[in-house]
């Protein structure tokens, strides 16, 4: 019989402050690990140095510490801690690229932001773009001439089967990747591994048997199955969650200092009212009143979160 441990994850961009939206994902985690005995692992998304600098994520990892929302491995715990920064894991992304490579299915694409942008480029309903795969056939000769003056991004081939999985929270899923991304970036052109190949090789390799996140990367799951596919990686299981919006529609965003803990803080000596309250949008508890995150691990329920986004007012009611 199969015994695997649960494993969780946090795994923020510490990119400014965290705010409601980043700690109602890290909540839904936390609890989704803790009710089952699970262990939770941080792993700082900082692959971006430059928008994620180190004092970020150690004050991230001081609010998440504050808010009740401990975790077991990873940053700032492990004996290992670095390695758990993605910006400390290139070596090892780079060896599974080149497992890809060594499949045939990685090409250098050169196209310009201007190409890829340009009226003819394929957009789909929601705006993303579906790479027409202009950079697949160049010949070896052409790519050579074109290395001279362009440091290509390189791309990872797709097929046409159907990718299914099941969410935990929206059901199940069918994608076509060749109709709904195309062939995707895995290294940018500046050399950064891209956050579809370095998230799948973090999560199978540190053990993470249950992924909750927001619902924004749900579509981003396909092409997260199809690299753990191709490395020969187990899967985990994945439950998307709704995002929290601001009244005028927009998402909760960083740099917009929307709800972030900064704020909160001003406004609550202790987690519990800001617990509570997430609680209760997350369909935990019947009405807002502060709880502790130990008390909510006892009656978590992850059939009740629901699916639609959710509006939050500018400010949090004193609870
Ligand atoms: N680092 C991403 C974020 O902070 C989350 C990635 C994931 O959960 O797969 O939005």
Redesign the pocket.
Known sequence: MKNTKICG?F???PSGRIHLG?IF?SLLAWLHAKAQGGEIVLRI?DLDKVRCPRPNADLLAKDLEWLGLTWDKGAYVSEDSERYFQSERFDIYAEHFAKLEAQGLIYPCFCTRGQLHAAEAPHLSDGRILYAGTCKNLTASEQVERLKTRQPAYRLAVNDKPITFVDGNYGPQSYNLMEESGDFIVRRSDGVYA?QLA?TID?ALMGVTH?V??CD?LS?TPMQLYIYKLLGFTPPEFLHIPLLMAPDGRRLAKRDKDLDLNMMRQQYDSPEPIIGYLAYLAGQIPKAEPISTTELAKIFKPQLIPTDNIAVPPQLPQL
């Open positions: 994850r795994a923020p961009t980043n994902c998304e956050y998230v999560d992924v996140r927001g990367l981003s």
